[in-house]
């Protein structure tokens, strides 16, 4: 450690500076600290200058002042001394030299006065040094100054060729301020600069170090930092190489690995890792939203998604309902193809065929339609529907996230593409939290309605006639996972059933209202109950008597279109007499192979039979009021031929083709529903496996795929023999046999739903003999 030059070994100065190194402490042996003025200096009450540490004394009352020093002057007794130790102190004083008559006075003054002239002396060797010291640090503030006016010069110019070195970042206060090119500090920056440190114990030192460990010496501390800064930058661009030698590989590999996945889950996860423009506030000021609406669902500048919606606010009602978003004109003048009329022109139902798709997962959110949103937590989490999703994320949270989801699941460009598959209808499930929530409820309230409005204007632009279908009543309706809360029924059911069917009837009376508006007439012309009540287990009359209740709702709020009800699961011959007495009505049927361990069982052949046999006969005998209730359409089909779907039957159940369905331990299941035995047409020999049937459609088998075709086109034409039917569903994330987007563009279904090479009047080969396996 460098020592000061030319200082004595014991010089005064050193010795006071050692002094001024002592902590201060009360009577009490406790630290007291030294006070300190406004710029941070130690001092003392009663001096003002922070180069003094008390008030100068003439050397005069300094000797008066001093008493010497005896056993018993250093006593802190108060009380008279007694004859006999005024003795012994004179005696003693005798000893030293020192007599009543001053008999050595004169060599006492003498010694009195060097001490005195020492003190002097050393009074005035302390004040030099600490001017020196003043004038040092002064002297190393200006260098500082200078120091950093040149590194701001240097910082610039690095950060006009796009770098900044990270050692001037190292040392600039958060708080600093520009004028001139220059800084200003404060406290003990600007006492001690921004390199150095300092004890408190030892102010006075010269030896100072530098927090990089170089000496005080200016030039060599300069080379140091220049050398620094070369340093820092070279490792701050080999960092920024290094992150673009990473990045570069991986973005070509996930571009190939999303060019690679199916249509439908790289549109989706493009459109969700970006974020609308909302170029349509451009130039809107938030303001302009009466404060009493700010920050509520008529704000739209609280909306994730503003494309094509009326950004111009109004607080006017419809049925309790908003019509926030919407656009004053619309146009009815298209058509979905050159086969069906134009919107402005009425649709003949029960003439003219239904042959639409569902947007399933949208506005509903499905585990199976899209697993991403469950395949993240553990059983444990219990995230097996929309309202445990929606508990676990949280009301913020779930806003955010699910907003996100409906605006990215489905575009304009669904409407566009369903258009072009040769549709002409669309069926949009959403459930009541569109309209209202309920206390205790942690689904997303009122944000889906918005993308609802949107969706229906989309299918009016692309001449698509539009089937609502509140696809989750409040206490759930069915107890499954669409329907909002997988496990108890309480619609209709148990200690809420009736209140629960009573809110869903007023928000029907909400919703006929709102529908009946102008606006609707051409393009809503299908509207849905309930989906899916599970009549098998509610009571029968009850659900009838709802249902008259419904219908007379609806129909006195003045729609005239097509009013649809569920089967509920009775066998559509138990509906022949039911509901009779009012006009539009139209009875929804869902049909599927997969879901009942008699038909998953049929082989190739015998499901396209049962296709073209059975389900023809249920229609032609539904569609009779001699034998069935009359209108009759499917509203539900899929080309699967197997259950094996990742969450299909609940998140965490597995399949009845693998035998692995365990319903005991869902919510509310029990053994009864659980099928624990492989299910398939070889009675598990050749195992039954769900390899191939959840594989990628172009690792199909030929012969499979022109099985699943075919399968799918005689449904088409079994459906046909009612009103029509509805694919469940047009997108998925996986599972592309529920996917009609998926298997188009496998080549699995048709290119044009109203152009098909097959149907119940041909041939059903047997695929068997051609070489298909019957265990996938």
């Not at 004179?90 to 020492?118: I, S, Y």
């Not at 193809?337 to 959110?365: C, F, H, M």
């Not at 899916?532 to 029968?540: A, G, H, K, Q, S």
Request: glycine share 8%; net charge negative; proline share 5%.
């Amino acid at each position: 450690m460098p020592q000061s030059p030319r200082e004595p070994r014991d010089s005064p100065a050193r010795r006071q500076r050692r002094r001024r190194a002592h902590q201060r402490v009360d009577s009490n042996g406790d630290y007291s600290p030294r006070p300190r003025n406004r710029d941070g200096y130690e001092r003392y009450p009663e001096s003002p200058s922070p180069t003094k540490s008390r008030p100068r004394r003439h050397h005069h009352e300094r000797r008066e002042s001093r008493v010497p020093e005896s056993e018993y002057s250093r006593s802190t007794a108060t009380a008279p001394l007694s004859v006999g130790q005024l003795a012994q102190l004179d005696k003693l004083n005798r000893k030293l030299g020192w007599d009543e008559h001053g008999g050595t006075g004169l060599q006492r003054g003498r010694q009195e006065d060097e001490e005195t002239r020492a003190e002097h002396d050393a009074d005035r060797e302390r004040d030099r040094a600490e001017r020196e010291i003043e004038r040092e640090r002064r002297r190393l503030e200006h260098r500082e100054r200078k120091r950093r006016r040149r590194e701001d010069e240097r910082a610039e110019a690095l950060a006009a060729d796009g770098y900044e070195s990270q050692a001037l970042v190292y040392d600039r206060p958060k708080s600093r301020r520009r004028s001139r090119g220059g800084r200003v500090a404060s406290g003990q920056q600007l006492e001690r600069g921004s390199q150095a440190y300092y004890n408190e114990k030892d102010f006075g030192r010269d030896d100072v170090r530098r927090r990089d460990g170089g000496s005080s010496d200016g030039d060599y501390n300069e080379e140091a930092c220049r050398r620094k800064r070369r340093r820092n930058i070279f490792i701050a661009v080999g960092i920024i190489l290094l992150i673009l030698v990473i990045a570069i590989p991986l973005g070509v590999v996930e571009s190939k690995k999303s060019s690679g996945d199916s249509d439908d889950s790289s549109d989706s996860a493009q459109a969700a890792s970006t974020q609308p423009a909302n170029s349509n506030l451009d130039g809107k000021s938030e303001d302009s939203i009466p404060q009493s609406y700010q920050q509520t669902s008529f704000d739209p500048f609280t909306w994730y998604d503003t494309t094509d919606f009326n950004v111009t606010f109004t607080s006017k009602l419809v049925g309790g309902l908003p019509v926030m978003g919407l656009n004053d004109t619309w146009d009815d003048s298209k058509r979905a193809n050159s086969n069906v009329k134009p919107l402005n022109e009425a649709w003949n139902y029960g003439t003219d065929q239904i042959r639409g798709v569902n947007l399933g997962g949208w506005l509903s959110i499905e585990p199976f339609i899209t697993p991403s949103f469950f395949s993240e937590y553990t059983t444990s989490d219990n995230v097996i529907d929309e309202y445990t999703l929606s508990e676990r994320l949280g009301a913020a949270n779930a806003k955010s996230t699910i907003e996100e989801h409906y605006s990215s699941f489905v575009t304009e460009s669904t409407f566009s593409d369903i258009q072009a598959a040769g549709f002409d209808h669309v069926r949009i499930p959403f459930s009541y939290w569109a309209v209202i929530t309920y206390d205790g409820d942690p689904y997303v309230p009122n944000v889906s309605w918005r993308y609802l409005l949107r969706g229906i204007e989309w299918a009016r632009k692309h001449g698509l006639r539009v089937n609502l279908d509140l696809h989750g009543a409040p206490g759930s309706q069915n107890g499954w996972n669409h329907s909002g809360r997988q496990g108890a029924i309480n619609w209709l059911n148990g200690t809420e059933g009736d209140l629960n069917g009573d809110r869903t009837i007023e928000i029907h009376n909400q919703l006929s209202t709102f529908f009946t508006q102008p606006r609707y007439k051409n393009v809503v012309t299908m509207y849905g109950l309930v989906n899916e009540p599970r009549m098998v287990v509610l009571d029968t009359t009850k659900v009838l008597n709802w249902t008259q209740t419904a219908i007379t709702t609806i129909q006195n709020n003045n729609f005239t279109g097509i009013v649809v009800f569920g089967d509920g699961f009775r066998g559509l011959d138990n509906w022949q007499g039911d509901l009779q007495g009012f006009d539009n009505l139209l009875l929804d049927v869902h049909q599927y192979v997969i879901f009942n361990t008699q038909q998953i069982t049929l082989n190739h052949h015998d499901k396209i039979n049962f296709a073209c046999g059975g389900w023809t006969q249920q229609a032609l005998r539904s569609m009779n009021t001699e034998t069935g209730f009359g209108p009759t359409l499917c509203g539900e089909w899929s080309q699967a031929d197997t259950d094996c779907a990742t969450y299909l039957n609940n998140v965490g159940v597995g399949s009845r083709w693998e035998g692995t369905l365990n319903m005991a331990s869902t919510p509310g299941g029990s053994s009864d529903g659980s099928v624990l035995s492989p299910t398939c047409p070889t009675d598990n020999s050749p195992r039954c496996s769900c390899d191939e049937a959840n594989a990628d459609p172009s690792t199909y088998a030929d012969e499979y795929k022109t099985w699943l075709l075919m399968f799918a086109e005689a449904q088409m034409h079994s459906f046909e023999q009612g009103w029509g039917w509805f694919y469940w569903t047009w997108q998925t994330e996986s599972s592309p046999q529920w996917s009609y987007k998926a298997g188009m563009a496998a080549g699995i279904l048709p290119q044009l739903a109203y152009q098909r090479d097959f149907d119940c009047s041909q041939t059903i080969p047997m695929f068997n003999q051609s070489g298909l396996a019957e265990y996938y």
